[in-house]
């Protein structure tokens, strides 16, 4: 029984996956029109379109797997072959393709589930690497005096752009741009070589732009994007929007620091100052070197 059990789950959601295929060939499609159609809207109404059309890229295949299971066997698309009108040796064709992944769901759910788990242990590595991170020592090079004096400038900073909660900072050494990481305990982990390389101003004005992925809880958003890019890894359309995504993001928090300071060309300096290092991006944080850094540059240089 449970061995039958485990090859109905097994068949079903081989399927489920298969006909995500074209499932997310419509949501890429329509969720690009709609971006296209709004691209003068503000970034905040293209973010909440390609969230949405990322939610459903987990949700209809997540659906579908759930109405084959109550309904205790798959649903295969063969079934639906003879209500289409094709020629019949596209049929005979289409018909042999389908059977050929009937017989091969098990390899195909094997292969997906080997992948998927190796996606999941590198995102578990990361946040293992941001936990060891936001509680590693100082720098050397700059010591606590220096991280006391830049948490006071932060707190500062989050108080003079309305930002109620409290944000921990540290610097570390084995990164190239500021990151922000944690939800509920959020901290922006800034690099020794910023703190001693760059002008406080235009550190600053980094730092108000982490302030604003603090502001909107990107860090878990950016969570649940990693956990859909691993189950759905097969599909383009999951990894572009899940980009967009990313761009949009990126765009708002500019924004954010740039009302904040005031001083859009401030925040556009600094992103200059980043373009010229060779920086480390890490997609499990959210990092002022994200997207595309001259696109943003030119967006806050602007009239």
Do not use: K
Request: with cysteine.
């Amino acid at each position: 029984m449970s061995t039958g059990l485990v090859g109905t789950f097994v068949g079903s959601l081989g399927w489920a996956l298969l006909h995500f295929v074209w499932q997310g060939v419509l949501i890429g499609c329509a969720t690009a029109i709609l971006l296209v159609a709004l691209r003068n809207a503000r970034p905040e109404t293209r973010y909440a379109v390609a969230c949405g059309g990322l939610l459903l890229c987990i949700a209809w295949p997540t659906a579908n797997l759930a109405l084959m299971l109550q309904g205790g066997r798959d649903i295969q698309a063969v079934r639906l072959l003879p209500l289409v009108r094709a020629p019949e040796v596209t049929l005979r064709d289409a018909a042999g393709l389908f059977a050929w992944l009937q017989r091969h769901l098990d390899w195909i759910v094997g292969a997906w589930a080997a992948c998927a788990a190796a996606l999941g242990l590198r995102m578990a590595l990361g946040l293992l690497w941001i936990g060891r991170a936001r509680g590693a020592p100082t720098a050397g090079a700059t010591g606590d005096h220096e991280e006391r004096a830049w948490q006071a400038r932060l707190s500062q900073l989050a108080a003079r752009c309305g930002l109620d909660r409290h944000v921990r900072l540290r610097i570390v050494d084995s990164l190239a741009s500021p990151i922000t990481a944690g939800c509920w305990r959020p901290v922006v982990l800034v690099p020794a070589a910023l703190v001693t390389g760059m002008s406080p101003a235009l550190l600053e004005a980094l730092l108000a732009h982490e302030l604003g992925h603090v502001r909107r809880h990107d860090y878990l958003v950016n969570l649940v994007q990693n956990v859909i890019e691993a189950l759905l890894f097969y599909h383009p359309a999951v990894w572009w929007i899940s980009h967009r995504i990313r761009l949009e993001r990126e765009q708002i928090a500019d924004d954010f620091a740039a009302c904040g300071l005031g001083e859009p060309r401030r925040l556009a300096r600094a992103l200059s100052e980043l373009e010229r290092l060779q920086f480390s991006r890490h997609h499990l944080a959210q990092a002022a070197a994200g997207g595309d850094l001259m696109a943003r540059i030119r967006r806050l240089l602007r009239p």
